[in-house]
């Protein structure tokens, strides 16, 4: 499994969402059904510049993520959902509306 993290200037395009702090940029968003693949970047705590790259499956309505990857060392070490899955799910939240 990767664990890279990716520079802000080797991320292509612009992101459909970017969160107010800047750390969460969100480029894909996907319906599956009742479920919405997200795939997104966000910036590392420790390394400012890079950015771990975050795919979810999440089910609106719920707080639930189906399913998830995350190239941060917690999710490959521990294989649970990490901070970064769960900062992407918030920042896509908390936009929603305004996509609507
Ligand atoms: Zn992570």
């Keep these: 499994m990767d664990t890279r993290m990716t520079k802000l200037e080797d991320i292509l395009g612009s992101p459909i969402i970017l969160s107010r702090d800047k750390q969460t940029r969100i480029y894909g968003l996907n319906s ?3 479920e919405i ?3 997104a ?4 705590e420790s390394r ?3 950015f771990h790259k975050v795919e979810i ?3 609106p309505g719920s707080l639930h993520l189906v399913n998830g990857n995350c190239t941060c060392e ?3 070490y521990f294989g649970m959902p990490c901070k970064h ?6 920042v ?3 936009n929603k509306k305004k996509l609507d």
């Design 74 to 76: 917690s999710f490959h």
């Design 48 to 50: 400012k510049g890079y």
């Design 57 to 59: 499956e999440y089910l």
């Design 92 to 94: 896509y939240i908390k």
């Design 85 to 90: 899955m769960l900062k992407v799910r918030n």
């Design 32 to 34: 599956k059904g009742r």
């Design 37 to 39: 693949d997200i795939s």
């Design 41 to 44: 970047y966000t910036e590392s």
